[in-house]
């Protein structure tokens, strides 16, 4: 067996290079980039490797799109919005094909999730059954809103008569990150789809393999040639032409709180286009006395480990109460010994390698950082076997509020653990941070869920839960953590714009 194995110590090794036999390996069939319905060389002829994490080795050779290709993109986008069917189709009518376009995702669940598996590390089995469907199910939701958009008939103080219309806003511009390509995918092509706006979609460079793939799926759906556009390349040449690009509407982004900043740099010295931005995190997960130890902590830990630590939303500060501090951490420590690392075709696996190696090394030099400032690591800390991006499910105790590791994002499974006393002081130090993406509150008492959760500066709070989305919970951060709402039927209004019209209903006061 190909299984994860661990010595007595709980130190963890992944056997014959963590990679699991038995899932078929489905042939790479796109690697182009896909503008105006056609894969297409990049017009430098230049491609870059997409890795695989459980080896690091290269899958495949990538069209290395840039601000060329960019151009060519937009141009297509231009024309399918001023001129093509797309936004001037009556919404029942977008609404079908995007129900084609979901149905036809769910069809190649299989193929997509072994693509996710080596082009991200994600989990085969979980992505095939919930991923895709879920992700599925959002393009159905916003199918479902594609002939419910419409305006409001204002009470004007004359005797006129106004109303707005809600129009797309155009050619959207969106940039997605490397740990959830499916759901950031559809996410933002969601909503711009329903909308009637086109698009140029720049999947990260890390995991280029599902966009083209769900390019190819839309145009067998019957999205028109040049609404879905995907250019695959760097962020600094394929995304930066599209954050400066004047003819580029709005940009939706994902990613770093550092690039975010150039991606708003970008839209002001360009055409000032508006743009939303979903950015890092350093969430806070609140655990009161009050709790069931054993399946909070079971909790905590996924709330850090789960996708690998690789999500903008882990509950990676993990504040307990002191009377129940030394019981929980013990529970804590022993459940991430018994998380299961390896290969992530693997059904019995639940963490698979890190993205690439620059986040692997990245982590692995957070957690020399916890060491050298003075927290206690209880359990991990190390990489797994010799081969591809593992590590250890990590634990630091006794880490203060001002150790680095407290304060930023590691982006990988790497939890940080705090004593406190009272409610007013926890919601101090778990809004003492520049962030404010998600929260989680643990107690049984309504007071203190309710108290917590209003005080608690993070645009998502989880009471007794954690990573719960859904497609009609709105998503996004305060302060640092971005602005914007992507999800629900409020990011819709990402992609339009509202005009008001105005007319006298009896004679012009003019003429
Ligand atoms: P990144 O922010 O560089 O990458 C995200 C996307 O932005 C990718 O598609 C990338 O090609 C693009 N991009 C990069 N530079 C750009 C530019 N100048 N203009 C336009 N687009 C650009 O993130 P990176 O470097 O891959 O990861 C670094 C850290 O960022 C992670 O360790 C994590 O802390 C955080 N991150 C947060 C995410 C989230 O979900 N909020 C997702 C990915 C990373
Ligand atoms: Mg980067």
Redesign the pocket.
């Known amino acids: 067996m190909l299984k994860e194995t661990r010595s007595q110590e709980s130190q963890m090794t992944v056997q014959n290079g963590g990679l699991h036999s038995h899932v078929n390996i489905p042939k790479i069939k796109f690697t182009k980039l896909f503008i105006n319905g056609e894969f297409v060389d990049a017009v430098s002829g230049k491609t870059f490797e997409t890795i695989d994490p459980r080896t690091g080795e290269a899958v495949a050779s990538i069209a290395q799109g840039d601000k060329e290709d960019v151009d060519k993109a937009v141009k297509a986008a231009r024309e399918a919005f001023d001129n093509g069917p797309w936004p001037r189709l009556p919404g029942s009518e977008r609404r079908r094909i995007m129900l084609r376009f979901a149905d036809l995702m769910e069809q190649n669940a299989e193929e997509i999730a072994a693509l996710e598996t080596i082009d991200a590390g994600k989990l085969y089995f979980w992505t095939k059954k919930l991923e895709i469907p879920s992700a599925a199910e959002t393009i159905r939701y916003f199918a479902g809103a594609a002939d419910k958009i419409h305006g409001s008939t204002l009470k004007m103080s004359r005797e006129m008569q106004g109303y707005t219309l809600r129009e797309p806003i155009g050619v959207v511009g969106l ?6 390509p499916t759901q ?1 995918f559809v996410t933002k092509v969601g909503p711009a789809l329903a909308a009637g706006c086109t698009m140029i979609v ?5 995991t280029p393999l599902s966009a083209l793939y769900y390019a190819h799926l839309a145009k067998e759906a019957g999205i028109p040639d040049g609404v879905l556009n995907v250019v695959t ?4 040449s ?3 032409a ?2 400066s690009h004047m003819d580029i509407d709005k940009v939706s ?8 900043r ?2 708003m740099q ?1 839209a002001a010295t360009s055409n000032l286009k508006p743009v939303s931005l ?4 350093k969430s806070p997960f609140i655990v009161f006395d009050d709790v069931d130890v054993d399946k909070m902590a079971e909790l905590a830990l996924l709330g850090t480990v789960y996708n690998k630590g ?3 939303v882990a509950g990676s500060r993990v504040f307990i109460q002191e009377g129940i501090y030394d019981k929980f951490l013990a529970k804590l420590v022993e459940k991430a010994k018994a998380w299961v690392v390896g290969d992530p075709f693997d059904p019995n696996v639940s963490q698979g390698p890190q ?1 690439d190696k ?2 692997f090394e ?1 982590i692995l030099s957070y957690i020399e950082l916890g060491k050298k400032e003075g927290a206690t690591l209880l359990t991990g800390g190390k990489p797994i076997g010799t081969k591809g991006y593992y590590v250890e499910p990590t634990i630091f105790a006794d880490v203060a509020d001002d150790m680095t590791i407290a304060k930023e ?4 499974p790497v939890m940080s653990v705090m004593k406190f006393k009272t409610m007013e002081e926890v919601i101090k130090r778990a809004n003492c941070t520049k962030y404010g ?1 998600a929260a989680g509150i643990m107690t049984n008492d309504l007071n203190i869920a309710n108290t917590v959760s209003r005080s608690l500066q993070a645009g998502i709070i989880w009471i007794n839960c954690y990573f719960v989305f859904d497609k009609d919970m709105p998503f996004g951060g305060y302060k640092m ?2 602005f914007g709402r992507d999800l629900g039927m409020e990011s819709l209004n990402q992609y339009l714009q509202v005009k008001s019209i105005a007319m006298p209903i009896y004679q012009s006061p003019w003429l």
């Open positions: 940039i997605i990150p490397w740990n959830f950031m720049k999947p990260a460079e890390q390349g760097y962020g600094h394929a995304g930066a599209i954050t982004f994902t990613g770093s709180t550092e690039v975010g150039l991606v970008a979903e950015l890092g995190g690789e999500i903008c993205v620059k986040q990245k994002e590691i982006f990988g993406l953590s971005g």
